[in-house]
């Protein structure tokens, strides 16, 4: 593409998870910018090369859950584990020579809008040594820096005075076997650990304030025929996942809204579900415990299924209550009683508000996006650009996540988005792009008002809600919906920054 005042245009882009993974292919791909990588970590994957912990897998099919120009016929499995995703993301970020493009190990301090040289700042240290190790200016800034990356760890759990684990920062090198492990939380994380977690241990004690809705998972074995016939006949692999898209389109069109009748009919099925399974286990006693008073889908419906199983096993006690106390090693429950335990698991979630962790990045008039973006509902236009930050992008931030589909598909539709926004501001010489306050404000209202009657809003605590109620973390939608939305940007909606005589640095 052309070049800007004589040069080409550069781009940072921070995380090498799927979304700065896809970013910086797109930027190279559809406009010729060789982007440079900011990864925290040694290594590229994000989400799938933290997320050790035992039994780590994503329950939506991989065919799916992966990149549509990088589809992948050797998926071992329905639903694979991280090791597997992961070597997915590597062997992408190799095709595409992105880790030559990375810094690793290397944490974006500061990101700070300089108007006059109209081009990002960026400060980073070593995260090692935490010395600063430089700074350099861009044209466009690119966030990928994952909404579920910043653990939640709640304050009374470090009275424990025994080795703690958060889940998303799993110490392999600790000895779980023969152990007796708390595990704080029922999420769809726990609901995965925790089938692995009992194997080894001599008991588990699951501490679960909120049951998870679980629904049992198809997961299967690929042939080896069905992955030649993949290999060698790859549009019907697309065909697949056209199937799987409209499958998991329809999961929305089931719980989406929780007072319809098919939600209804649907949940009163997955409530005999579940009693079915865990008086199948022997533990009809747990089925009180374990069926959620709260409608289907309102959390994250957690797909497993071994975890009702594994919680039916003599070695594992459901503890339906927080924890109220802690002394030394023993974990005190609402009613009582006392749990003395080994190793304390926090399947806790993660910290959201704000979005971009401890990182720091001010737009003009020096404005800190996490200080507005706690403050209150973080506010986007169409989820990808943000008012007073010119020309930058952030994916899978507020309001883009999915609670029924594949957030690679939504990556996919913000970066391509950014590319539009980018291909029109070089066709017309800008040096910058920036949503109108007006057209956020727009967004913002609409995306609000059509969460109402949704089952989000429908009675339960989740991350995807923030502490005034408002659903900040997903998409209002369907996938489609959210394509429809972002399909061509409409730029009488945004302020077009001209070029300004170069200021020399
Ligand atoms: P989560 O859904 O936020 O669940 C956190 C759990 O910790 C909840 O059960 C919560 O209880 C409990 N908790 C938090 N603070 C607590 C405290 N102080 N005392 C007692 N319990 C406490 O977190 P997650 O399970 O890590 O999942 C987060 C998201 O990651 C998921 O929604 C999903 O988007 C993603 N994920 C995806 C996959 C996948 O297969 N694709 C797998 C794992 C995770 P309450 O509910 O009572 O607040």
């Given at each position: 593409?052309?070049?800007?005042?004589?040069?080409?245009?550069?781009?940072?882009?921070?995380?090498?998870?799927?979304?700065?993974?896809?970013?910086?292919?797109?930027?190279?791909?559809?406009?010729?910018?060789?982007?440079?990588?900011?990864?925290?970590?040694?290594?590229?994957?994000?989400?799938?090369?933290?997320?050790?912990?035992?039994?780590?897998?994503?329950?939506?099919?991989?065919?799916?859950?992966?990149?549509?120009?990088?589809?992948?016929?050797?998926?071992?499995?329905?639903?694979?584990?991280?090791?597997?995703?992961?070597?997915?993301?590597?062997?992408?970020?190799?095709?595409?020579?992105?880790?030559?493009?990375?810094?690793?190990?290397?944490?974006?301090?500061?990101?700070?809008?300089?108007?006059?040289?109209?081009?990002?700042?960026?400060?980073?240290?070593?995260?090692?040594n935490h010395q600063e190790t430089g700074?350099?200016?861009?044209?466009?800034?690119?966030?990928?820096?994952?909404?579920?990356?910043?653990?939640?760890?709640?304050?009374?759990?470090?009275?424990?005075?025994?080795?703690?684990?958060?889940?998303?920062?799993?110490?392999?090198?600790?000895?779980?076997?023969?152990?007796?492990?708390?595990?704080?939380?029922?999420?769809?994380?726990?609901?995965?650990?925790?089938?692995?977690?009992?194997?080894?241990?001599?008991?588990?004690?699951?501490?679960?304030?909120?049951?998870?809705?679980?629904?049992?998972?198809?997961?299967?074995?690929?042939?080896?025929?069905?992955?030649?016939?993949?290999?060698?006949?790859?549009?019907?692999?697309?065909?697949?996942?056209?199937?799987?898209?409209?499958?998991?389109?329809?999961?929305?069109?089931?719980?989406?809204?929780?007072?319809?009748?098919?939600?209804?009919?649907?949940?009163?099925?997955?409530?005999?579900?579940?009693?079915?399974?865990?008086?199948?286990?022997?533990?009809?006693?747990?089925?009180?415990?374990?069926?959620?008073?709260?409608?289907?889908?309102?959390?994250?419906?957690?797909?497993?299924?071994?975890?009702?199983?594994?919680?039916?096993?003599?070695?594992?006690?459901?503890i339906k209550s927080g924890v109220s106390?802690?002394?030394?090693?023993?974990?005190?429950?609402?009613?009582?009683?006392?749990?003395?335990?080994?190793?304390?698991?926090?399947?806790?979630?993660?910290?959201?508000?704000?979005?971009?962790?401890?990182?720091?990045?001010?737009?003009?008039?020096?404005?800190?996006?996490?200080?507005?973006?706690?403050?209150?509902?973080?506010?986007?236009?169409?989820?990808?650009?943000?008012?007073?930050?010119?020309?930058?992008?952030?994916?899978?931030?507020?309001?883009?996540?999915?609670?029924?589909?594949?957030?690679?598909?939504?990556?996919?539709?913000?970066?391509?988005?950014?590319?539009?926004?980018?291909?029109?501001?070089?066709?017309?010489?800008?040096?910058?792009?920036?949503?109108?306050?007006?057209?956020?404000?727009?967004?913002?209202?609409?995306?609000?008002?059509?969460?109402?009657?949704?089952?989000?809003?429908?009675?339960?605590?989740?991350?995807?809600?923030?502490?005034?109620?408002?659903?900040?973390?997903?998409?209002?939608?369907?996938?489609?919906?959210?394509?429809?939305?972002l399909r061509s940007p409409n730029f009488?909606?945004?302020?077009?920054?001209?070029?300004?005589?170069?200021?020399?640095?």
């Amino acid at each position: 593409m052309a070049p800007r005042n004589g040069r080409k245009l550069t781009a940072a882009v921070i995380g090498t998870g799927f979304s700065g993974i896809c970013a910086a292919i797109k930027l190279e791909k559809e406009l010729g910018i060789n982007p440079q990588l900011f990864e925290i970590s040694e290594d590229v994957g994000g989400t799938w090369h933290a997320n050790t912990y035992p039994g780590a897998e994503c329950d939506i099919p991989s065919h799916l859950y992966s990149l549509s120009f990088e589809l992948n016929d050797t998926w071992t499995k329905h639903y694979s584990a991280q090791a597997e995703i992961y070597a997915y993301l590597r062997r992408v970020a190799k095709k595409y020579n992105l880790y030559e493009k990375t810094k690793f190990e290397t944490e974006i301090v500061h990101a700070e809008w300089k108007e006059q040289q109209q081009q990002w700042l960026l400060q980073w240290r070593n995260t090692k040594n935490h010395q600063e190790t430089g700074s350099g200016y861009y044209d466009i800034l690119f966030a990928g820096l994952g909404p579920l990356r910043v653990p939640n760890i709640p304050s009374e759990f470090a009275k424990f005075q025994g080795p703690i684990v958060h889940t998303t920062q799993w110490d392999s090198t600790l000895d779980y076997s023969n152990k007796r492990i708390a595990v704080i939380g029922s999420g769809a994380t726990a609901v995965q650990a925790i089938p692995e977690l009992r194997k080894v241990a001599s008991h588990v004690y699951s501490f679960q304030r909120t049951p998870a809705w679980i629904s049992p998972r198809d997961q299967f074995t690929y042939p080896s025929l069905l992955k030649f016939v993949f290999r060698w006949l790859p549009f019907l692999m697309r065909l697949y996942r056209i199937f799987l898209y409209l499958q998991h389109e329809m999961y929305y069109v089931s719980f989406g809204y929780h007072n319809s009748f098919l939600a209804r009919r649907i949940q009163a099925g997955m409530t005999k579900i579940v009693a079915w399974r865990l008086k199948r286990a022997g533990r009809p006693d747990l089925i009180p415990v374990l069926t959620p008073d709260y409608p289907l889908g309102c959390k994250r419906i957690a797909k497993s299924e071994l975890y009702l199983e594994a919680l039916a096993k003599p070695n594992v006690t459901v503890i339906k209550s927080g924890v109220s106390d802690i002394k030394e090693r023993t974990l005190m429950d609402k009613d009582g009683n006392a749990h003395e335990v080994d190793i304390l698991v926090l399947a806790t979630g993660f910290d959201v508000q704000g979005f971009t962790g401890n990182l720091d990045i001010y737009g003009r008039n020096r404005m800190l996006l996490d200080q507005k973006w706690r403050k209150d509902f973080p506010k986007t236009y169409k989820t990808v650009t943000v008012h007073g930050y010119p020309n930058f992008f952030m994916l899978l931030g507020p309001s883009a996540a999915l609670g029924h589909n594949s957030v690679v598909t939504q990556i996919e539709i913000q970066v391509d988005y950014a590319i539009k926004c980018l291909k029109h501001m070089v066709r017309n010489n800008l040096a910058a792009l920036e949503p109108k306050e007006s057209a956020q404000e727009l967004f913002s209202k609409n995306l609000q008002k059509d969460f109402n009657g949704t089952v989000w809003k429908g009675g339960c605590r989740s991350w995807y809600m923030n502490d005034a109620g408002e659903i900040y973390g997903l998409w209002k939608g369907p996938i489609m919906s959210f394509y429809w939305a972002l399909r061509s940007p409409n730029f009488n909606d945004f302020i077009e920054y001209k070029k300004m005589p170069r200021v020399h640095l």
